[in-house]
């Protein structure tokens, strides 16, 4: 075994949160493990896996960084070693695909109404929105109290999701949980739905929609 690599089994584990807690093999205390710390493993971990870790102190609290679970771990070699160094570069071409319609569409917006709302709007909560996943990565490596699922996805509805998107691809967080992703992909296909009905269709499926809901 490496110098400093420690070993013990996973006894708790809450995926929908990506944390748990290692029992040492030495029965010293609990160790916190969050899944950013997780590397080359082929699947998510489960309670009574073996975690194979090292281990970090931050303000008193110690946790594990650089694990992964025995016997789920990626085999390396010198290609995947490349890709894994071009897997998260910052996302410029998916988010200028994403970010173009919704730019046109707000500037367009602007152009018609006199109302800069959308132009305003995206831009400073996808500032916040990317504040929050990386205040919520933080908070999760040191086991603080989390910022909720609803009050991401509530920023992310409010015109924060390219924020989002670029967090979830740069800081690697909320990026694997799948019921997380079905939401935030939802949000996304609103607000693209929106701009393509505001621009190619004049609003009118946003006006039926508010006639039958809004009807007497």
């Known amino acids: 075994m490496e110098p400093g ?18 029992q ?7 160790v916190f493990l969050h899944i950013s710390e997780l590397k080359d493993s082929t699947r998510r971990p489960q309670v009574g896996d073996i975690i194979c870790y090292y281990t970090v102190t931050e303000n008193g609290k110690t ?3 650089n694990a992964f679970i025995l016997g789920a771990r990626i085999k390396k070699n010198s290609s995947s070693t490349s890709n894994n160094i071009s ?11 994403l970010s173009s319609l919704p730019l046109i569409g707000s500037i ?41 699922e609803q009050m991401l996805h509530l920023c992310e509805l409010a015109g924060g ?7 979830q691809r740069k800081l690697r967080h909320k990026n694997i949980k799948r019921s997380y992703q079905v939401v935030f992909w939802i949000i996304v296909t609103l607000h693209i739905a929106f701009w393509v009905d505001w621009l190619f269709l004049s609003g009118t499926i946003m006006k039926i929609f508010l006639r039958s809901n809004f009807k007497n």
């Not at 897997?87 to 695909?97: D, G, R, T």
């Not at 999701?161 to 967090?167: H, N």
């Open 5 to 22: 690599l420690r070993q013990g089994k996973l006894i708790k584990w809450k995926d929908e949160r990506g944390f748990g807690f290692i």
């Open 24 to 30: 040492p093999t030495d029965e010293s205390l609990e």
């Open 63 to 65: 946790r594990a960084c």
């Open 87 to 97: 897997k998260y570069p910052f996302p410029i071409l998916e988010l200028l695909l």
């Open 108 to 148: 367009h917006f602007t152009w018609i109404t006199a109302n800069p709302i959308p132009l305003i709007l995206y831009p400073l909560m996808s500032f916040l929105t990317f504040a929050l996943y990386a205040n919520d990565k933080s908070r999760a490596k040191r086991g603080d109290w989390r910022i909720s």
């Open 161 to 167: 999701w390219l924020g989002g998107f670029v967090a």
